[in-house]
């Protein structure tokens, strides 16, 4: 039997998933870029990589999110390391890092709870001079995770382990803390497309407020004075933390939307009083 080239493999997994995935996925499996493809398409590739971008189109037709295949996923124009311990990072979160630095340029001291594969925590302290950066998560291996991203992309950030407030001292105090953390409800049927990404990390099993509360309560006493909390929520819950905010003593609340126009970040400053 005659070894397929590239332009056959190309028909093969587009009739299966579309264009645009099988040509990602193909590049993958054969280690090379997209453009590759095109120019070279009467190459016939090894078996081997043949077999691997069959497999890699089963996995994904049965479900499996392109980024756990190919291992990545762009984030304010940086690769990732994704996989399964992880959230895969969402364009709507790159809002977050906007905000963020329209309020801080400079040397700001920040705290990034839940962070996941690091994408906001390696993204803030490489857009922000001489920022100083510290990261947790209640997952070991999505600690792992971050740490590699943040060695591969060159960020200083200092990670530590545990769940919302348990990795910050009492004493310490931050310009800036954000947060995407599991916002989504328990009953939304929403999840449910969402099999393959860390439940954890999605959803609190309740009403989706539980962890944006426990982080909007405890941020006023790790904030310095005119610091911000910024924190990702789902699209129906922006009315909810601002009322959060407000309620933990926040002022000059207010709610960002998102790309596709759904309220996506609320955020807030603890005030300095003169006087
Ligand atoms: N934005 C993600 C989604 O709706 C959820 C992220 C999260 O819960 N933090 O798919």
């Known amino acids: 039997m005659t070894r397929p080239d590239i332009r056959t493999l190309i028909q093969e997994g587009t009739e299966q ?4 995935e099988t040509m990602v996925l193909l590049a993958h ?6 453009e590759f493809l095109i120019a070279h398409d009467l190459d016939v590739p090894d078996e081997e990589k043949a077999e691997k971008f069959r497999l890699y189109v089963v996995m994904r037709k049965s479900g499996t999110p392109v980024p756990y295949i190919t291992g990545e996923q762009d984030f304010y124009g940086r690769f990732f390391e994704v996989n399964p311990s992880v959230l895969i990072p969402r364009p709507d979160t790159e809002v977050l890092v906007d905000t963020a630095l329209e309020l801080f340029d400079e040397a700001p001291r920040v705290l990034d709870l839940g962070t996941g594969s690091g994408c906001l925590a390696v993204t803030l302290a490489l857009e922000m001079k001489n920022s100083e950066v510290v990261a947790t998560d209640v997952s070991q291996e ?7 991203n ?9 990670f530590r382990r545990g769940a919302w407030w348990e990795a910050v001292g009492e004493e310490e105090r931050f310009d800036l803390i954000v947060s995407n953390p599991p916002y989504i409800r328990a009953d939304d049927e929403h999840l449910a497309n969402l099999t393959f990404e860390p439940r954890s990390a999605l959803t609190d099993e309740g009403d989706g407020m539980s962890a944006l509360a426990v982080i909007a309560l405890g941020a006023p006493a790790h904030l310095r004075s005119g610091g911000w909390l910024l924190l ?3 699209y129906d819950q922006g009315e909810a933390c601002r009322n959060l905010l407000q309620h933990a003593g926040f002022s000059a609340v207010r709610t960002v939307k998102d790309f596709g126009g759904n309220d996506r970040v609320t955020l807030g400053t603890v005030g300095h009083f003169s006087g």
Do not use: D, P, Q
């Not at 998933?17 to 645009?20: P, T």
């Not at 999505?142 to 590699?148: F, G, H, K, P, S």
């Not at 943040?150 to 200092?158: G, T």
């Open 232 to 234: 990702e929520h789902g």
């Open 150 to 158: 943040a060695e591969k992309l060159k960020a200083k950030v200092a």
């Open 17 to 20: 998933i579309g264009r645009f």
């Open 29 to 34: 499996a054969l280690g090379v870029r997209r």
């Open 142 to 148: 999505a600690l792992l995770t971050a740490e590699r």
